[in-house]
């Protein structure tokens, strides 16, 4: 197919698919950094799964990261990958797309395209001008365990979504219309709560050139700069990472250490050098921006979470707290303190009661990064404290009420604000929002080589 589609981009990937005798509801299971404080989700998983054919067996899921069988467990993850190609257990597909919907309890269809973005125009880094950017700080200290996991891996499984703004709903709604003329690939219920999944195969090459010139069309400087009133000292941001920004990151640092073993021309087409993605609007109707919560663990072992609320006091200067017996005692009173209060309002529980951080005058424009600079802080004092990203409020209120942690509740954010945010001030606090709660997810089910396929 001659299409100019790296000048935005993006690959046309040979995706590889489970072959027909395999399970479809037991070979997809959730994102492997979802429930890293509930190792009984994932031990629920690999209880209904048994010894079929699966993607458990090709992840790490993180809630294991820090066991100490690492090592034998990535010997495991790159033996499957091998056996489940040599087994035809995955199956190449011909060149092209899939467009995927995703049905969820009591949202409307969220829709995709699964292609392959080219990671020479993508970069992570604060301040980055490409094509492709990060929406949230990356962590490096969180890379070197999944490029442990990625560096000898044959095989690549997404959970990356990536975003686009097209208001005008020009790249994927014309494919949602005529799904019955294309393949279809999958329609199944997903495991654990997961919801529906349907996909078709986009590989016409008349569809395909919709959808690239859909996108250039996205990424014309010009309309650019007219959309976002910016001038031409601001590249085109086609690509907002909306999940799985350290995935990709793993993804980038991967490729750029294996390019310097490369000639130009291998360079050019080896497969390490484009990530499969999904692609999503987000003016998607169904896309949720969740807020992400936090949870920090053992506070006992330091001080206790009156003294630790007692030093967000003195780190944020202008600050203070109240707490209460009730939640419903606390929510009325957060009604009313929202209804007049200018800064930044942080609900919160522990083992004795609810409460609430008040932040007169911050300085940051979000309160996530108001909690975050906080907890950045905090951490680097006290060694033995462990914080996780949580998603949903009922998760929050569990962990967060057991003695010697305390729960924080963050507000969501409008996804409207996202590219233009991203534009003019860079990338967001780390885990800012989520494409909806864990159990929606991305699950693996699509794969790509990312070795040639002579190795």
């Not at 993006?10 to 037991?26: C, S």
Request: proline share 5%.
């Amino acid at each position: 197919m001659a299409h100019n589609h790296r000048k935005i981009g993006i690959e046309i990937p040979e995706i590889l698919m489970p072959g027909k005798q395999v399970d479809l509801a037991k070979w997809s299971v959730v994102a492997c950094d979802q429930y890293t404080s509930q190792p009984e989700y994932w031990q629920q998983v690999k209880e209904t799964l048994g010894d079929a054919p699966s993607t458990l067996h090709m992840i790490f899921p993180e809630v294991y990261l820090e066991e100490k069988d690492a090592d034998v467990r990535i010997e495991y993850i790159n033996r499957n990958m091998a056996a489940y190609l040599e087994e035809n257990i995955l199956v190449p597909q011909n060149p092209g797309f899939v467009y995927v919907e995703r049905q969820m309890s009591g949202h409307q269809s969220r829709k995709g395209l699964i292609m392959a973005v080219d990671l020479e125009q993508y970069d992570y880094g604060k301040g980055s001008q490409t094509l492709i950017r990060a929406t949230e700080g990356t962590v490096l200290d969180r890379l070197p365990p999944r490029i442990k996991i990625r560096e000898h891996a044959s095989v690549e499984l997404p959970h990356i979504m990536l975003l686009i703004d097209d208001p005008g709903r020009t790249v994927i709604e014309p494919v949602a219309e005529r799904t019955e003329t294309f393949e279809k690939l999958y329609d199944f219920d997903l495991m654990m709560n997961g919801g529906n999944i349907k996909g078709y195969k986009v590989d016409d090459e008349n569809t395909i050139s919709e959808i690239i010139a859909a996108l250039e069309k996205l990424a014309e400087p010009k309309a650019f700069q007219a959309k976002y009133q910016v001038d031409s000292s601001q590249e085109v941001l086609l690509f907002a990472v909306g999940d799985g920004n350290h995935s990709l990151a793993t993804a980038k640092v991967c490729w750029e250490q294996l390019k310097q073993t490369l000639s130009e021309e291998e360079r050019a087409h080896h497969p390490a050098r484009f990530a499969l993605v999904e692609v999503v609007n987000v003016h998607d109707d169904a896309l949720i921006f969740e807020p992400i919560h936090r949870v920090v663990f053992n506070v006992h072992g330091s001080q206790m979470p009156e003294e630790m609320l007692a030093y967000f006091k003195r780190f944020q200067m202008d600050a203070y707290y109240k707490t209460y017996a009730t939640q419903r005692e606390m929510e009325n009173d957060l009604k009313v303190l929202q209804a007049r209060q200018r800064g930044h309002i942080i609900p919160f529980i522990t083992s004795e009661h609810y409460g609430m951080i008040i932040v007169n005058r911050p300085n940051h424009q979000l309160e996530v990064g108001t909690l975050q600079a906080f907890l950045d802080d905090y951490t680097d004092k006290n060694a033995n404290i462990k914080i996780d990203y949580i998603h949903g409020e009922e998760v929050v209120e569990q962990l967060g009420s057991i003695e010697g942690n305390i729960g924080f509740y963050l507000p969501p954010m409008d996804k409207h604000d996202l590219f233009k945010t991203v534009i003019l001030d860079g990338a967001l606090p780390r885990k800012t929002f989520s494409l909806g709660e864990a159990h929606e997810k991305r699950f693996y089910l699509e794969c790509k080589l990312i070795v040639n396929k002579a190795n």
